[in-house]
């Protein structure tokens, strides 16, 4: 199911999503969004929507900012003027997103501005997971440097 804003206040401009966009949306297991020159959600998709717990009407119309971590507000601003600015953005950008229960879940983000439309369309994948295996790797890590220094005997280690 794709969600679309078609209320004045959200448009900007720009002719709407064709209809085989929309089927690619729905069948997208990623999270698809477009949001607008002013940084309001103007569609999403129903991966979207699952992977956040809201409701289309949470979504649509507000300013992405809301959705994004406060902290990590600082990497998206810039790449968010950059795109407008029509230069090319980072291939990846990973940020949190806050979810519909006041939680933050990870997303890796690439987008483009396609000239036409003056859209911005991006396309995210949830990296909760792999956040959590790296978390896991850093204290494991760490554990075993603890153990290093403290083990009373030599202890040869070979990368």
């Known amino acids: 199911m794709i969600t679309q804003d078609n209320s004045d206040s959200a448009r900007s401009g720009g002719a709407p999503i064709e209809p085989a966009l929309h089927r690619f949306f729905e069948q997208s297991r990623d999270l698809v969004c477009v949001v607008d020159s002013r940084g309001l959600a103007r569609y999403t998709n129903q991966a979207a929507l699952e992977a956040l717990g809201y409701r289309e009407a949470d979504i649509l119309g507000k300013p992405f900012s809301y959705f994004v971590h406060p902290e990590d507000m600082n990497k998206v601003a810039p790449e968010f003027s950059s795109l407008y600015g029509g230069e090319p953005a980072a291939s990846r950008l990973e940020v949190r997103c806050r979810c519909a229960d006041g939680s933050y879940r990870w997303v890796a ?16 994948h949830d990296i909760a997971g792999l956040k959590e295996l790296e978390k896991a790797l850093v204290g494991s890590k760490e554990q075993l440097q603890l153990i290093i220094d403290t083990v009373p005997a030599f202890v040869f280690y070979k990368d």
């Open 109 to 124: 983000w690439s987008a483009t501005i396609l000239p036409d439309d003056n859209l911005l369309y991006a396309i995210g």
